[in-house]
């Protein structure tokens, strides 16, 4: 089993996460969609509303599920027998950091890293700029998923 899991804080998934998520579920027979829960830092949209919009917006990849996780990432790869990490990389200014966890996650528990290029429509895309300008009134149409977009629309209507 080629199990891989694709870790981040998605407040909320993005176009550019969906389009890693697709590209990387044909790779390996199972991916896991895995949603860091931060106690310290309280984000726009809760864990299960993070892990809902997931669930929706993938429903048509079979293979790959959505779950969470708290603590060390390699003690969720361990917990759930995964041995590959994948990281879209959307430009050089990620590559320091990423480079940096990937080795940390190897010399912790011999997880490997995988690295894949963003598509270049989404090089500039995050989930913090699409809620800033979300917020303001400008247009995330393009950058989200629907259901994202209406969930959008209802978080920052009140
Ligand atoms: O979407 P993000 O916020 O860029 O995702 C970052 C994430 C969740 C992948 C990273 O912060 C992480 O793996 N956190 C878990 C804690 C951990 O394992 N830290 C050591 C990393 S070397």
New binding site residues.
Partial sequence: MRRAVC????DPVTNGHLDVIERISPVFDEVVVAV?INKSKSGLFSTEERMELLRETTKSLPNVTVDS?H????DFCKAHDIGVIV?GLRAVSDFDYEL??GQ??HS?ASVETLFIPTNPLYSFLS?SLVKEVATYGGDVAKLVPDPVLRALGAKLAG
């Fill in positions: 870790p981040g804080s998605f860091l996780f603590g060390l990432l390699v990281k940096q966890m940390m996650n912790l989930s």
